[in-house]
């Protein structure tokens, strides 16, 4: 029996949109694909290993509630976070929590507020806020041999720039993704996924609540394969007709 520990960042603070519905959608698909899950919740003032975890989870947060993580993240559980992605542990960080990874975000009305820099990346404020639904195409999945389209929603006021070595989540086709203007969304590192969409994510994208539960597995066991096949009637139902919604603009 394969078994996962997951660790949720911050829970109390970094948590917009429903966020957490990415853990409960990973718990959900690991159980359906017959593995155990555990959730440990870490946040402020709590010691953080990350050898204890297999899939390392931060969720979106405003600006307000960035700066009271600042100091916090930046000591102890900011060097675990750095080994953690050169030891290829599977991270999933949306909105606030994908920005903090990067090394500062200059808020719209003009704080520095300096970030982990843990990926080669930074975020620069915007008085006008990118807000509204998103799909992009992600091309390391694929779906009936195209690049998977993966849905979210968006509500941002960061414009996020990616450095050396960092490769974006996917290319934009409706919204506005890392900065509005180069056409990207997101951001991957080792295994390191990055995306501005809440949603909740996972639940609406099952292939890549698969995708990551197959990167944890395959860094903890060496005799996992591939996960099994499940009946994805409902959700590629609701998937493809939203994103058919989306594309059409109605
Ligand atoms: N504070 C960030 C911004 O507005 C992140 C917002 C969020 O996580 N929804 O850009």
């Not at 009637?233 to 058919?244: C, D, G, L, N």
Request: charged residues 20%; proline residues 2%; hydrophobic residues 35%.
């Amino acid at each position: 029996m394969y078994d996962l520990n997951i660790c949720h960042l911050y829970p109390d603070l970094l948590n917009t949109y429903g966020d957490r519905g990415n853990i409960l959608a990973l718990q959900r698909r690991a159980q359906w694909h017959g593995i155990n899950t555990q959730v440990t919740n870490i946040t402020i003032g709590d010691s953080f290993d990350s050898s204890e975890y297999d899939i390392i989870f931060l969720g979106g947060g405003q600006d307000y509630e960035q700066e009271i993580i600042q100091a916090d993240v930046l000591n102890q559980k900011g060097s675990e976070i750095k080994s953690a992605i050169d030891n290829m542990k599977v991270f999933l960080c949306i909105c606030g929590g994908y920005q903090l990874m990067g090394k500062y975000y200059k808020t719209w009305d003009g704080k520095d507020i300096e970030f982990l820099g843990a990926l080669d990346l930074w975020t620069v404020g915007g008085k006008e806020r990118m807000i509204g639904n998103i799909v992009f195409e992600s091309d390391f999945i694929s779906e009936d041999g195209k690049p998977l389209k993966i849905v979210g929603f968006e509500n941002h006021s960061g414009r996020t720039y990616l450095g050396e070595g960092i490769r974006p989540l996917g290319k934009v086709l409706s919204g506005s993704g890392n900065n509005g203007t180069d056409g990207y969304e997101g951001a991957v590192y080792n295994n390191v996924y990055c995306s501005y969409s809440h949603g909740s994510l996972l639940p609406k994208n099952p292939q890549l609540t698969d995708h990551l539960l197959t990167l944890a597995l395959k860094q903890k066991y060496t005799d996992f394969d591939t996960l099994g096949q499940l009946d994805d009637t409902f959700e590629t139902a609701a998937r493809s007709s939203v994103i058919e919604r989306i594309l059409k603009n109605i």
